[in-house]
């Protein structure tokens, strides 16, 4: 455990937060510190806290606690995320005999000095009767490791001798809060406190003390962890001898499907490529260890309190594959509901079941699978479980893993408070959606990315402009939280294309709209034309639009939930212009391909339909074309672009929302949709 201290970079800390107090700057300098550690804490977990004092609007000075905030995580911590509550109020509750969560969020939120602050820690009164300055907290693995452990506190005083004071398991809150600073008070010698099956306290008259008993206290933990031999993973025979790709190409649709017909939502899978957690997952201790509990307690709200186990042995047949998995997802959902029923009926409480679906499943053969309703949420699972099975493999050579039973995760999992950290707002529209979509990185597949990425769809983006690309990228990433692969990528490649497909299985495990919108515009008197350049125009502006439907469809079909084609056609389609026939004669071929998609697939509710765009200010216009093409009309250029009948000019954002809304009409298929301003020449009929 690296000690990553500097005093060069906490005075500059000091210098960059300057519109804070010294104690603020330093205190979010060491948090970050212990954020940036994913072996101390992961998405959101543990808490820092520092004691100090400002001065209210009449000018008194007011001692205050500045804590970590709900929804910010220590390693991208600012002053902002440290809510400051009165501490003398705050101290003055432990003079009670009780207190309910609730009402201790409201003593808490009612005695803060911003009220627009986010809601202080849970764990706020635990920091605030403790007397130390410097308070940090955080469940680091190999603290981990020695609190899940049958004899934890015999472990942690062979360990420790007396420096740490042992608190044993209670749930976060009122009673925790008494409870630490009473085995403080017993020896208010030690450097910190030691919390059974729950993580690791350390404090401090300066940040550097808190922050150096913190890391020394984790390094003895992975001292003692390392005095011990590792145990052998024993391998289990795996149903199947298919490669991790061919196995991940098959199960991810089939999940996917399977996740989307329960709930009505689409999911995104993630597929954690590491050889440890294949191992694990392909181990005969899996079956045992995996079903025990999570690490602790908090990780229940992303991860369920264990994974569903998968050994396929029909990776070749998709129908045996899906009738495999459905059963073990249905056994998995009987076994929560024995659990979610146990625990209401022993406690007499009246609680809502929370869906009983897997966040995490491990596979033999494969390794680790995650499942949420967004990329965010599954590699948040991902990282929690991957740091799990480590922990669990590191127990057992310790000697056992034994954290929390479910009698007490229950109540983590269905506490309010912990419940709040998921957030309850409306997902966004396209949220778990996964979207391919060609010529992306410019005109109107740029535009039409920024849309679904608004609307909280994970994007696929396929351009063969490198630079262009790439840049697009990063600035929809640096705008929108959610996932964004790229390639580069020939459209007219069709080995590349059909790899492409892989990819995207690869990255979020299927596919729910596929947007064919790459083109060009190839002209030519069509008796002069040359066979090589007409051909040349079918391969981009027909023949890859179908193999990209077709790759598509096949995705759709191990689904089994639809599926949405939306071609990028051409009013040329309906209405060619003069000496445009190269480029006029396939567009009207995807006309007639995108109806035969809507015939062919309906059925199994896959639907295809059309865009009909006009005059857009994309590459395809360059200023020679458009001098050529206005001056044929007697028009300016801004003239030429809103020659139509509503004499308004067309955007590539307006073609985006035709492809959005498209994506959306759930009873609409086999359609040309017209953005063209009003063309009745080019109009359908």
């Known amino acids: 455990m690296k000690n990553l201290w500097n005093d060069s970079d906490a005075k500059a800390a000091i210098q960059l937060y300057n519109d804070v107090s010294e104690d603020i700057a330093l205190r979010v300098y060491t948090s970050r510190l212990i954020g940036a550690d994913l072996s101390l804490v992961l998405h959101g977990g543990g808490n820092t806290s520092v004691k100090s004092v400002t001065k209210n609007a009449l000018g008194e000075e007011v001692n205050v606690l500045y804590v ?98 042992i608190v044993p398991y209670i749930m976060p809150g009122f009673d925790l809060a008494k409870a630490a600073a009473e085995v403080y008070e017993k020896n208010p010698d030690v450097k910190g406190l030691f919390l059974v099956n729950h993580g690791l306290f350390t404090f401090g008259d300066t940040a550097k003390e808190s922050y150096d008993r913190h890391i020394e206290a984790v390094q003895q933990a992975e001292d003692f962890i390392a005095s011990h031999d590792t145990k052998t993973l024993s391998p289990v025979a795996t149903g199947t001898p298919a490669s991790e790709d061919e196995m991940l190409s098959a199960i991810a649709p089939c999940l996917r499907g399977l996740y989307t017909e329960e709930t009505g939502q689409s999911w995104v899978i993630h597929y954690r490529e590491d050889p440890i957690a294949r191992d694990f997952a392909s181990s005969k201790e899996c079956a045992d260890w995996s079903q025990i509990g999570t690490a602790t307690p908090d990780h229940v709200i992303r991860t369920k309190q264990k994974p569903l186990l998968l050994n396929p042995k029909h990776i070749g047949d998709p129908e045996e594959l899906r009738e495999e998995i459905a059963s073990a997802l249905e056994e998995f959902k009987r076994s929560y509901h024995r659990y979610f029923e146990t625990n209401v009926h022993a406690k007499g409480v009246d609680k809502n079941e929370l869906d009983p679906l897997p966040r995490i499943i491990l596979v033999a053969g494969l390794g680790l699978v995650a499942i949420g309703k967004s990329v965010k949420e599954t590699k948040i699972a991902a990282d929690i479980y991957q740091h799990t099975m480590d922990i669990i493999s590191k127990a057992f050579n310790v000697g056992q893993f034994t954290p929390l039973k479910d009698f007490d995760l229950f109540d983590m999992e269905y506490w309010s408070l912990e419940q709040a950290k998921l957030g309850k ?261």
């Open 68 to 165: 970590k905030g709900s929804g910010w995580d220590l390693d991208t911590l600012q002053p902002p995320g440290l809510p400051g509550v009165q501490l003398d109020h705050l101290i003055k509750l432990r003079q009670l005999d009780s207190l309910s969560d609730e009402d201790m969020v409201n003593e808490q939120r009612t005695h803060l000095l911003d009220a627009s602050s986010p809601n202080p820690s849970v764990e706020t009164l635990l920091h605030a009767f403790l007397p130390h300055k410097f308070i940090d907290h955080s469940h680091a693995d190999a603290i981990l490791v020695i609190a899940d452990q049958p004899d934890s506190e015999a472990l942690c005083k062979k360990i420790y001798g007396d420096a740490m004071g």
């Open 425 to 685: 707002s409306k997902p966004a529209l396209t949220q778990g959606k996964i979207v391919y979509i060609t010529g992306a990185a410019s005109g109107i597949g740029r535009a039409t990315a920024e849309l679904f990425a608004k609307n909280g769809a994970s994007l696929f983006l396929v351009d063969r402009d490198e630079k262009t690309l790439s840049d697009t990228v990063e600035e929809l990433r640096t705008q929108f939280k959610t996932g964004i692969v790229s390639q580069v990528m020939d459209v007219t490649d069709e080995k590349a294309v059909k790899e492409s497909f892989a990819y995207v299985t690869r990255e979020f495990g299927g596919l729910d709209i596929l947007i064919s919108n790459a083109g060009n515009a190839v002209r030519g008197r069509i008796g002069d034309v040359e066979s090589a350049m007409l051909r040349q125009s079918f391969e981009l502006n027909f023949f890859a639009h179908q193999t990209l439907a077709s790759e598509a469809v096949k995705l759709f079909q191990k689904q089994k939930t639809g599926g949405v084609l939306l071609f990028n056609a051409s009013k040329a389609a309906f209405n060619p212009g003069k000496d445009f026939g190269p480029y006029a004669l396939p567009k009207a071929t995807v006309i007639a391909l995108m109806k035969q998609y809507a015939l062919d697939y309906g059925a199994e509710g896959i639907r295809s339909n059309a865009i009909n765009a006009d005059r857009i200010r994309t590459r395809l216009f360059t200023e020679k074309v458009v001098a050529e093409r206005s001056a044929a009309r007697g028009l300016t250029p801004d003239e030429y672009f809103k020659s139509n009948l509503l004499a308004t000019e067309v955007y590539d954002t307006d073609v985006a929302k035709g492809f959005f809304e498209s994506a959306l009409a759930e009873k609409t298929t086999g359609s040309v949709i017209t953005i063209d301003g009003g063309n009745i020449a080019a109009s359908p009929r």
